[in-house]
């Protein structure tokens, strides 16, 4: 008899309800037991979210030479927030309309990039590069059209977020700015993580705590502040990275939206002042409840970097230079009024620069620039120093390239002592006079160059030798010593010249920390890689002689190039470093130690041309005895004087050091249109007689107020 049930069926159905009865207890377990949030609701369990924020390690302190505090970090809070809590919470843009409120009702600028005007009638922006090219990643992501017009793209926009139809326009607008700058971060990953607020009081932060905001979250961080109005150009500041420069911070592990130096010392020790910042990590659910919270790295703050600057130095250095350009300017505006000539050439000096030296070890003592700006104001600033004519974002001491007029006398002398035998044989070696050097005037370039005490008086300074032509700055005895150069043409002469020019410091690399223009010498390959052209004549040799024609040198070159002169011959590498301490105070790092780039071994030259500059001071014939022929220190000069073709005025190069028996400090000055060294010198006194003489502190007047 066949049997109605099978012994393998029978095994596969208990087999099949063994398995079903298991997923089901299984399941009840994990509802009941494992997992209860909501069992009795009906709830799905809330999914976890996980947080990674950086800890911003405190930024290094700036310090003067004397220990004066010149910038720190102040604690603040950043606002920010998470888009993935952000999109799962029940209602994303009532969080952002209560965020955007609670900002605009306490006057704080909230971050808002999206390129539409926020009032009607509603139109897009001036987009920069960059706002464009995110915009139309955006539209491309979402397939939008490429030509939308603004209220289409804000009709697509309000039902992609589903912004209620009972919210204004207006009030729409603004949600959908944050909503798109949470999305484009999204979308395009290499953009620095999304600010809301930056620099918020730790009250706002409770404020926001209190409301249970979820999504929105405060990180701490640190505000730079500048406890000067001086020394702009040389302490810099700080600001986010850019894309190019987080190619390069990248590697060192700084995060997307870290905080860099931009220009200055704030630049130049990035690597010290910065820190390394850590991470918390933050475990929640959505709905905003805080699970665990975890420090995974602590920051390390940026260490204390102390500079060769002394403020007090700086300040009164600005101040003769600020004061010098301003009393000038008013003189000229009041004679150009007077004259009531609409015409005439503008006559405003525009610009200029001072650089103080230690001789001995190439410190920077200060180092002024005009016009500059004001770092504690300097983002409410910014759109004014960005447009201004005349370029005060620009540091003029170390990238403003001058033609060094009769200041580069000593390098001639210096080339002339050393390949001409009558006068390194001989420092009175005499030369006469005659005027006008007519040599080439019929030698088919037609050239004929003047001394200047000839073009301004038709009289020669007749038969002068070395000291005695630095003394009266013979223009006529230094186109002659450069034209005698050996070498077989001009162009042969012209680098002997230049040779002994960047012995001196001109022409290279000072070895500054912050960026520097190294200007241009005057031969003919420099003329050739500046302009293209290649030609060189005997001309252009002679004009190179007197400090004219080719040369471009920038202030702290000059500066260098008079300490060079005064320490008897030793060039030093410049430095704006004189130590990093450890974040905690506990030691010293690193000390400043400058390097010598050049020895001059013609000392005997070297003692001849500072002689030369004593009487360009103290002499009956002296460019600078006007003010320093009975200056109770002793000071040794040059003054230079440039003319420029097809402009009336002229400008002013000085440059100086003292005591000339014993030399401390060297000073360079230029003044863009300051007529000549002997009326720009007066900045100089300024500060000598504050050195050397009164030593009284100034450290409290503001930018642009009045030293008593």
Known sequence: ???????????????????????????????????????????????????????????????????????????????????RALLLSPNPNETIQTLIHAAIDRGLSYSDTFPVTRGAPFEFLNMSATQRSRLDQYKEYFNIDPDISVSELLAWMRDHYKIDYTIGIL???????????????????????????????????????????????????????????????????????????????????????????????????????????GEMVTRLTEDGTVISVEVTSDPEPGMHVSLTLDLDLQIVTEHALRTHIDRVNLTREQLRLNADDDEEEDNTIRGGAVVVTNVNTGEVLASATYPTFNLQTLSEDWLFLNTNPNNPMLNRATHGRYIPGSTFKMATALAGLRHIPRFGNNKYYPIYDEGSFTRYADAGEGFVANCWIFNRERVTHGWVHLTQALECSCNYYFIQMADWLPGGGPEARANLIAEAAMDLGLGVRTGLEISESTGRLATREAREAATGYSGWYAADTIMAGFGQGESRFTPVQLANYAATIANGGTLHSMTLLRMIRYSDFSGIYKTSETEVLNVIEETEFIEWIQEGMVLASTGRNGTARRLFRDFPILVASKTGTVQIEGRAFNDGVFVCYAPADNPEIAISVVVEKGGSGSEVMDIAYTILRHFFLTQSTFMAVPYGGLVP
């Open 171 to 277: 009030e729409a607008r603004l949600i959908i700015g944050v909503r798109y700058e949470l999305e484009v971060r999204a979308i395009v990953h290499a953009i620095r993580p999304y600010n809301f607020l930056t620099d918020v009081e730790t009250d706002f932060v409770s404020y926001l705590e209190e409301q249970g905001l979820i999504g929105v979250y405060a990180e701490s961080t640190f505000v730079r502040e500048y406890h000067t109005s001086s020394a702009a150009h040389i302490i810099g500041y700080t600001g986010l990275m850019t894309a190019e420069e987080y190619e390069v911070y990248r590697d060192l592990g700084y995060p997307m939206d870290a905080i860099v130096g931009k220009i200055g010392a704030e630049l130049a020790f990035e690597e010290y002042l910065h820190g390394s910042s």
């Open 1 to 83: 008899m066949q049997k109605m049930y099978k012994p393998a069926r029978i095994g596969l159905l208990i087999a099949v309800l063994a398995v079903m009865l298991t997923v089901y207890v299984s399941a009840l377990f994990v509802i009941q037991v494992y997992d209860q949030i909501g069992a009795d609701e009906g709830q799905s369990p809330q999914r976890i979210i996980t947080r990674r924020t950086t800890l911003n390690a405190a930024r290094g302190n700036i310090y003067d030479r004397n220990g004066v505090l010149l910038a720190s970090g102040r604690p603040s809070y950043n606002i920010k927030i998470d888009r």
